[in-house]
C-alpha cells in the first residue's frame, strides 16, 4: 500500500514538472551563484600598480582551482542527467545533497586563499571535496537504480576508475596538509587534471557523435 502511495506521488511531481530539466536548470543556477560568491572574493586593490595585486595571487590560485573543479562537477552533471527519464525521490534528495558539499566550496576557497594555503585550510579544502565526490557517486548509484537493469549510465560509467581514484587521492590530500599542504595542493590539481581530460563514455552510450 505504501509503495502504491510512493509511485502515485512520484507520478503527481512529474505532472508537476518535477522533470529532469527543472531538475538540470536548478542546479546550473545554484553552481552559477556559486561561482560568483567565489569572484567577489577577488577584492579591487587599493594600489595602482602590479605591486598591488600580489597579495592577491593565493586568492587567485585558490579561485582559479576552485572554478575548474565546479566546471567539471557541472559538465559530468550535465552529462548524467542526460541518461535519466524518470526524476525520482531519491534522485531529488541525492542531488540536493551534491549541491549542499558544492556549496561550501566558495567558502573553503576564501578561507584557503586568505591563508597562504596553510594546513587546516588546505585540509578542510580537502574534506568538501571528498564529501562531494562521495555526494555525486551517491546521486549517480540513486540514477542507476531509478533506470533499472538496464541502466544506460551503469554502461557509460564501466568501471570508472577516475571516479574510484579521486576519493584515495583526496584523503592522501588531506592527510598530507599536516606536514606539507603544496603536496596537498598537488593531488587537488591531479585529480582536476584526471577529469580534465575529455570523458565521452556517456555520450558514446547515447549514441552521440
Given amino acids: 500500500m505504501r509503495h502504491g502511495y510512493t509511485i502515485i506521488v512520484l507520478r503527481n511531481l512529474s505532472e508537476l514538472g518535477m522533470g529532469k530539466n527543472r531538475l538540470e536548470d536548478f542546479s546550473d543556477g545554484v553552481i552559477a551563484i556559486l561561482i560568483t560568491i567565489m569572484v567577489l572574493e577577488l577584492k579591487v586593490p587599493h594600489g595602482e600598480n602590479l ?74 579544502y580537502g574534506v568538501v571535496l571528498l564529501m562531494a565526490a562521495v555526494a555525486y557517486w551517491i546521486l549517480q548509484q540513486r ?32 592527510v598530507a596538509a599536516s606536514w606539507s599542504p603544496w603536496i596537498s595542493q598537488a593531488l587537488y590539481v591531479l585529480v582536476a587534471l584526471m577529469w580534465l581530460v575529455p570523458d565521452r563514455r556517456i555520450e558514446h552510450v547515447l549514441g552521440k557523435p
Fill in 51 to 124: 605591486a598591488a595585486l600580489l597579495p592577491l595571487i593565493p586568492v587567485f590560485l585558490s579561485y582559479v582551482l576552485s572554478f575548474i573543479y565546479l566546471g567539471i562537477y557541472w559538465n559530468n552533471h550535465h552529462h548524467m542527467l542526460h541518461t535519466l527519464h524518470a526524476v525520482t525521490g531519491p534522485v531529488l534528495w541525492a542531488n540536493l545533497h551534491l549541491l549542499f558539499w558544492l556549496s561550501l566550496i566558495p567558502f573553503t576557497t576564501g578561507w584557503m586563499g586568505e591563508n597562504h594555503f596553510a594546513a587546516m585550510p588546505s585540509a578542510l
Fill in 143 to 174: 540514477i542507476i537504480a531509478a533506470q533499472g537493469p538496464d541502466s544506460l549510465l551503469q554502461k557509460a560509467v564501466g568501471r570508472d576508475w577516475k571516479g574510484k581514484a579521486s576519493p584515495i587521492l583526496y584523503l592522501l590530500a588531506i
